[in-house]
């Protein structure tokens, strides 16, 4: 930038701005713009300077030689998105734990990576299957039918008469009457479901038979001490799942927190090259400090969930890493400039080194919007601001 501006390089961090509505918007305050602090001359807010090599065959375009080579670009106009850029990891949604309530011997485990659902076989013991059902109550007691209608009652009999309705061995209006009791409506659905699954039909579901888990189960590993043919003892853990839901988790620095909202607009760089979109769907309120701390990284960290607006685009990486672009606000026909062009003032706010007729160079205090992290761009607003007016960039 030009000698005559009388301003030197110097390091100072943007101000928050807000966007239209004076609502939350992503900013780049967490950037470090290297810009020139100016050295303002007198009490005067706009500087005119006039092109000391102006009709002396001189350096082009008003500006002076300086030590700090710059160059020249003009305000642009368009549509502007406040984006922040982080890493992620792509994976599956959710953590289970199976444990057996069986006695007896495993006889059949699923491979890692394989997806149970609701009425199929998690595993064998003794030559028997243990089925999988969909709920937050775990299997505590055998389950069925009693003197009375309300002999046997509770969450885990809702969940089971759900279950039963949802694989069609029974209708809602079976259930509807008493859908937390195990009635002869519920034994009966009991009995289809153990005719598919080849054993005995006797409408009662022994403690061990069933497990129950919020959703289907892609298995992910199995117990430390689980083999087929090695015992299966009650309470004892013989695998983990996660659900089928996809998801990107980010391990967000807390400063950052108030830059990401849940209901915002992410899209997804994958392994393969391709992108994809996303929303966020939870944003942490609790830091933690991450284990690897003792490598130098001791910055707290919330985390922030993404799910994909397509699955299946994401292929079925599982841990893998992902950029994330996160979008929290935009604008449309803003003005628009590179973060390299804003100008610190000496007396609060920033300005623009707009270049003017016969190369006379002007201070033109702006009025910071959103700042796109992505594009190192910002919008900005002022009096003496219009598109394709010219300004003053640190030169790449």
């Known amino acids: 930038m030009s000698t005559t501006a009388e301003h030197q390089r110097a390091t100072a961090p943007a101000r928050e701005p807000r966007d239209h509505d004076g609502g939350r918007c992503h900013t780049g305050r967490r950037r470090v713009i290297a810009v020139g602090a100016l050295v303002l001359v007198g009490a005067a807010i706009a500087l005119v300077v006039a092109n000391p090599f102006a009709g002396s065959g001189g350096t082009p375009g008003g500006l002076a030689d300086n030590a700090d080579p710059t160059s020249v670009t003009t305000v642009s106009r368009g549509d502007i998105s406040s984006q922040t850029q982080v890493s992620g990891t792509l994976g599956y949604a959710g953590a289970y734990t199976v444990v057996n309530q069986a006695q007896g011997t495993v006889t059949w485990l699923p491979a890692i990576g394989q997806i149970v659902s609701e009425g ?9 299957p243990v089925v999988l059902l969909y709920g937050t109550t775990p299997a505590y007691r055998t389950l069925s039918e009693g003197a009375s209608d309300s002999a046997t009652s509770g969450a885990d009999v809702q969940e089971l008469n759900d279950d039963l309705v949802a694989l069609g061995y029974l209708t809602y209006a079976d259930i509807a009457a008493a859908p937390s009791d195990f009635t002869a409506y519920t034994k009966a659905g009991v009995e289809k479901l153990q005719a598919t699954l080849g054993v005995t039909q006797n409408g009662v579901l022994a403690l061990g038979q069933v497990v129950f888990l919020p959703s289907a189960a892609r298995i992910t590993s199995v117990g430390q001490n689980t083999v ?23 391990d967000l620095n807390a400063d950052q927190q108030g830059d990401v909202a849940v209901g915002d607009k992410v ?19 609790v830091a933690t ?25 994401t292929g079925n990486l599982d841990q893998a890493p992902v950029e994330v672009s996160i979008t929290a606000g935009s604008a449309k026909n803003a003005f628009i400039v590179p973060v390299d062009a804003l100008l610190p003032l000496a007396s609060g706010g920033y300005a623009l080194e707009v270049i003017g007729a016969k190369g006379v160079h002007t201070l033109e205090p702006v009025t910071l919007g959103l700042f796109d992290d992505a594009n190192e761009e910002v919008q900005v607003s002022g009096p003496g601001v219009f598109a394709g007016q010219r300004i003053v960039i640190p030169a790449t």
């Open 120 to 128: 199929h076989v998690l595993y064998d013991v003794s030559g028997n």
């Open 228 to 250: 087929v043919g090695g015992p299966a003892q009650p309470g004892s853990q013989i695998l983990t799942a996660s659900s089928t839901t996809r998801v990107v988790t980010i």
């Open 267 to 285: 899209s997804i760089s994958l392994p393969n090259g391709q992108t994809t979109t996303g929303t966020v769907t939870s944003v942490g309120t």
């Open 289 to 313: 400090t991450p284990s690897n701390s003792g490598n130098g990284n001791s910055s707290p960290t919330i985390t922030v969930l993404v799910t994909p607006d397509n699955p299946g685009a």
